[in-house]
């Protein structure tokens, strides 16, 4: 069933004024070093959506590269998730699809609504003539296909019915987990409790949003890199101080963490809130840290209990399924819905066989081995 709470559009524009004042026309790299794409904006109907322009020829992080989303992100992924007898032969045969997919020129892309985020969160699909959003990206970026990111048809249905019916296909991506209802999942759900009582008997001391310096932000950025780049993967975004920073003063990001008894950051979280939708695109803590301190369900916590208070649903993206299964995480299956019927007939026959690998494939594995 599909939510109806959606970002009002009066809400989504002040966040997308926030956003171009600080990208578009910006170099990306000050802000996310291993990004190198034009932000631009487009407008749809009497919204502003953001633009991320990528190249075929940088490597960049998945959010902005489909290449490194479908290929070298999912081959990492392969390896590190999926069983033993299955990763081999999975890994060879996603090899193979990514050859295809670069000499396709997959990276030529224009992601629309794209937050430079793992998560971009949508406004209402009302009076959005999705059609005429079409014809205008075909025009400006002829030699492009077209990308709407982390959309699922549990919060997005109507987006995605519209969307087809403007000419796009639906190519899955990953599987990620909602959180909505909170109060009955504290209620159902006894690891949710307990990491919500851990908050209360915490010795580190919480930090608020207001209470970030300059410091917090070098602080955050090594956090952060620690968590997403050298345990899980180099293919993730490399946010900077100075992404956090301008993010936090803007208003985009609402950060929170936990000081050790010396007054060292330990743990920092930045949560992408617009309207009564939430993610948590930045999460970090000191890996060098006891597992016993709970550094990582201290910020989950926080996030979850953020949640609950605002009455809130939360999209807390892909990874770490067990553990937010067991906190009343719903399972949803994340599409990008692409456009290319104005490409050569080569690309267009190969994002039809990534469609077919990614939905024949793909989505079982993800269901099955409930990654």
């Given amino acids: 069933m599909s939510l109806c709470l959606y970002v009002p559009h009066a809400c989504f524009a002040s966040k997308v004024a926030a956003f171009a004042a600080l990208h578009a026309g910006v170099a990306t790299r000050g802000f996310v070093s291993n990004i190198d794409a034009r ?19 940088t490597e960049n992080a998945w959010v ?49 609504n794209n937050w430079l985020l793992s998560t971009n969160l949508y406004p209402a699909a009302d009076d959005i003539d999705f ?9 400006r970026w002829p030699h492009h296909a077209f990308w709407f990111r982390s959309l699922n048809f549990v919060q997005h249905a109507d987006w995605l019915h519209a969307l087809m019916a403007a000419g796009f296909d639906l190519i899955p991506t990953r599987q990620v987990y909602l959180f909505r209802d909170m109060k009955q999942r504290a209620r159902q759900h006894q690891n949710l409790r307990r990491d919500l009582q851990l908050l209360r008997s915490t010795p580190l001391t919480p930090v608020g949003h207001e209470a970030f310096t300059d410091a917090d932000f070098v602080r955050s ?41 010396t ?42 209990k953020t949640t609950l208070e605002r009455e809130a649903i939360l999209n807390l993206s892909a990874g770490a399924a067990h553990f ?32 077919i690998l990614t939905t ?8 099955r081995f409930q990654l």
Wanted: hydrophobic share 45%; aromatic share 8%; with cysteine.
């Fill in 324 to 355: 937010k299964r067991l906190r009343g995480g719903e399972p949803a299956i994340e599409y990008s819905a692409v456009l290319s019927r104005h490409l050569p007939v080569a690309t267009r026959r190969t994002l039809r066989g990534l469609q």
């Fill in 39 to 57: 932000v631009e904006t487009i407008d749809a109907a009497d919204l502003t959506l953001p633009v991320t322009v990528n190249s075929a020829t």
């Fill in 263 to 304: 007054g060292e950051l330990r743990a920092v979280v930045g949560m992408f809130g617009q309207g009564p939708l939430l993610s948590a695109p930045i999460v970090g803590y000191d890996t060098g840290w006891p597992v016993s301190a709970g550094l990582y369900r201290l910020l989950m916590a926080h996030v979850l």
């Fill in 131 to 139: 059609t005429a959003l079409a014809a205008a990206c075909e025009a």
């Fill in 221 to 261: 950025e090594t956090l952060y890199a620690q968590l997403y780049l050298d345990k899980y993967s180099r293919l993730n975004p490399s946010y900077t101080a100075a992404f956090l920073k301008a993010w936090h003063h803007a208003g985009l990001l609402e950060f929170a963490g936990f000081r050790d008894p």
């Fill in 64 to 112: 902005c590269s489909p290449l490194t989303t479908y290929s070298r992100y999912a081959l990492e992924e392969t390896r590190r998730v999926a069983p033993r007898v299955l990763a081999a032969p999975l890994g060879g045969l996603i090899g193979g699809a990514g050859r295809l997919l670069r000499r396709a020129g997959l990276d030529r892309a224009v992601s629309v």
């Fill in 360 to 367: 024949r494939l793909g989505v079982p594995n993800m269901r």
